[in-house]
């Protein structure tokens, strides 16, 4: 099993760039998780997603957009890149509140 | 003020010490989460509990539900425990939890 993998590991964008992350899970997860960490922020939960075909927003959801076409993967997109989306991906996937697994996270630059 | 807290912050110790990190919370809570994220980035879910207490190798987590009060402990610390500590709580109706993450505790292990 791979657990949860995100593609790609790191990105650089200039400003007004779009691009979109994508997380895959294998462990048939009703539950995936998309959060951001900045430095002195700790980890902020930007959507989520209850199972396929749904999503909501989490504490941070401006300016991001996500959709879960298949229970497996769970997608983030960035329509308009700002420099303040420069900060480290991590994807999650659960079931109901049980333990998270965490992806290697995305490591994304906006100049 | 956060609506989970940890302290120490950050914290350094000799190998073999006894170490404990502390997550106090202000709502309230399904479950909580403590996870390790390595220094090269990574992070683990180490436990979730909602009473009581659970051990797992040389860690045991506590928890104590009435005074919104959790603790991470290390017996016999190594250098290899060196990371960052991160207290979670789920939060939310059920259905719709969602974690809600400290800031972390630094933790570093010297031999």
């Known amino acids: 099993n791979a657990g949860v993998t995100q593609t790609p590991k790191f990105r650089v964008l200039k400003t007004g760039q779009s691009m979109t992350l994508l997380c895959a899970q294998d462990?048939?997860?009703?539950?995936m998780y998309w959060y951001r960490q900045d430095p002195g922020m700790g980890l902020r939960l930007i959507h989520y997603?209850?199972?396929?075909?749904?999503?909501a927003k989490g504490e941070v959801p401006d300016g991001y957009n996500v959709s879960r076409l298949k229970k497996q993967n769970f997608l983030l997109g960035l329509e308009s890149a700002a420099p303040s989306q420069t900060s480290v991906y991590f994807c999650?996937?659960?079931?109901?509140?049980?333990?998270?697994?965490f992806g290697p996270g995305t490591r994304l630059t906006v100049l | 003020k956060n609506e989970v807290e940890q302290s120490p912050q950050n914290l350094t110790a000799q190998e073999g010490e006894f170490i404990t990190i502390n997550c106090s919370y202000s709502v309230g809570i399904s479950a909580l989460h403590w996870l390790q994220q390595h220094p090269g980035g990574g992070i683990v879910s180490l436990f979730m509990?909602?009473?009581g207490k659970k051990k797992h190798g040389r860690l045991i987590a506590t928890i104590n539900i009435q005074e919104k009060h959790s603790s991470l402990h290390i017996t016999a610390s190594h250098p290899r425990d060196s990371a960052v500590y991160i207290c979670?709580?789920?939060?939310?109706?059920?259905?719709?939890?969602?974690?809600?993450f400290g800031q972390g505790t630094r933790l570093t292990i010297n031999p």
């Open positions: 999650a996937s659960s079931r109901l509140l049980m333990l998270q697994f």
């Open positions: 997603s209850v199972g396929e075909g749904t999503t």
């Open positions: 979670a709580v789920y939060v939310g109706l059920q259905g719709a939890q969602k974690l809600v």
């Open positions: 462990m048939n997860h009703e539950y």
């Open positions: 509990l909602s009473s």
